[in-house]
């Protein structure tokens, strides 16, 4: 298996366009998650997906952030319009939650600079 | 509330030595206590966990940890620190009822030859 996938890698954008983050989790997952991870607040569950359905989206930090998962194998994470606070790395995760494996297996993350 | 905290910001071993990376815990059931491990511009890796048993837990890389109930602890721990260690560390726990984790800090982890 591949891992989960994510893509853009790298993503640099001006202040007021929207970005659209994607991932793939592994085959066989049922629970999504999307995290932040900044040197000042580290790394922060934004929201996560049972059977791709929304389960906590507390996370999200306002309006202009945005999560779907059409189906198993496909998430987004959307800005519209960004800022520069935005500028963070991404993680998706998924897991098996019938599985005993019980862990998290993580995206390499998407680098987002908004300038 | 459950919470996790790392007292850690950064650990400084020399190669050879034994390390120890500290995490406590507070959450109302029964803990589900993880260790993983981020090296620079990857994502978490997942090292070990407790689930219940043997309060001593053996993961990757030659790590462990030890579940402490009564000081609601869960230390990650190895005999001799490799320069290859070095790495960012969190530990994370959740209750038994859903697959949500809550992380600490990270402890940055720095091997010196």
């Known amino acids: 298996d591949a891992g989960v996938i994510q893509s853009p890698r790298h993503e640099v954008t001006e202040m007021g366009q929207e970005v659209t983050l994607r991932c793939k989790p592994i085959?066989?997952?049922?629970?999504l998650f999307w995290y932040r991870q900044t040197m000042m607040r580290g790394l922060e569950l934004l929201i996560y997906?049972?059977?791709?359905?929304?389960?906590?989206d507390s996370g999200m930090p306002e309006d202009r952030f945005s999560a779907k998962m059409p189906n198993a194998s496909f998430s987004t994470l959307k800005i519209q319009p960004s800022e520069p606070r935005d500028s963070a790395v991404y993680f998706c995760?998924?897991?098996?939650?019938?599985?005993?494996?019980?862990?998290?297996?993580f995206g390499p993350g998407t680098r987002l600079t908004v300038l | 509330a459950q919470s996790v905290a790392q007292p850690e910001d950064q650990v400084n071993v020399a190669e050879g030595n034994p390390l120890t990376v500290k995490c406590t815990y507070s959450?109302?059931?029964?803990?589900?206590l993880f260790w993983y491990v981020q090296y620079p511009n990857r994502g978490l890796q997942f090292l070990l966990k407790?689930?219940?048993?043997d309060n001593l837990v053996k993961g990757s890389y030659g790590f462990e940890a030890e579940f402490n109930k009564s000081q609601t602890s869960f230390h990650l721990k190895k005999p001799s620190a490799l320069v290859s260690d070095s790495a960012l560390y969190f530990c994370?726990?959740?209750?038994?009822?859903?697959?949500?984790?809550?992380w600490g800090a990270g402890t940055k982890l720095i091997i010196k030859p």
């Open positions: 995760a998924s897991i098996s939650r019938d599985s005993r494996l019980d862990e998290q297996f």
């Open positions: 085959s066989g997952h049922n629970s």
């Open positions: 997906f049972n059977n791709n359905v929304p389960i906590d």
């Open positions: 959450v109302s059931g029964n803990p589900y």
């Open positions: 407790y689930i219940t048993g």
């Open positions: 994370a726990v959740r209750d038994g009822s859903n697959y949500q984790l809550i």
